[in-house]
């Protein structure tokens, strides 16, 4: 069983910084991904930003430049660091880590709520 647990969300004025932590307790098989989605009002759950256990990375467009995520093996934990945050940046954000079993297995965060004022 995985459990994970997130931290660092919050208000923020528009181009301010947040970084958002999760740490990831239980057995996760050294294949795995860990990543960040975020879900505004009315719209869909989307990527932000993931991470392999390998260390390759991928973001959404919309954040590519601004946000960096990285992760410490050692402790399961993935960081999203958040730089010149915009009022769309607004959403709750999902923590999420992929492990590579057959079949592959996910498992969530509770969600952290970050708000971008204007």
């Known amino acids: 069983q995985v459990q994970l647990v997130e931290s660092g969300g919050g208000l923020v004025q528009a181009g301010g910084s947040l970084r958002l932590s999760c740490a990831a307790s239980?057995?996760?098989?050294?294949?795995?991904?860990m990543g960040w989605y975020r879900q505004a009002p009315g719209k869909q759950r989307e990527l932000v930003a993931r991470?392999?256990?390998?260390?390759?990375?991928n973001y959404a467009d919309s954040v590519k430049g601004r946000f960096t995520i990285s992760r410490d093996n050692a402790k399961n934990t993935v960081y999203l660091q958040m730089n010149s945050l915009k009022p769309e940046d607004t959403a709750v954000y999902y923590c999420?880590?992929?492990?590579?079993?057959?079949?592959?297995?996910?498992?969530w965060g509770q969600g952290t709520q970050v708000t971008v004022s204007s």
């Open positions: 999420c880590v992929v492990v590579f079993t057959i079949p592959p297995r996910d498992y």
């Open positions: 239980g057995s996760i098989f050294s294949g795995n991904a």
């Open positions: 991470i392999t256990s390998g260390g390759i990375t």
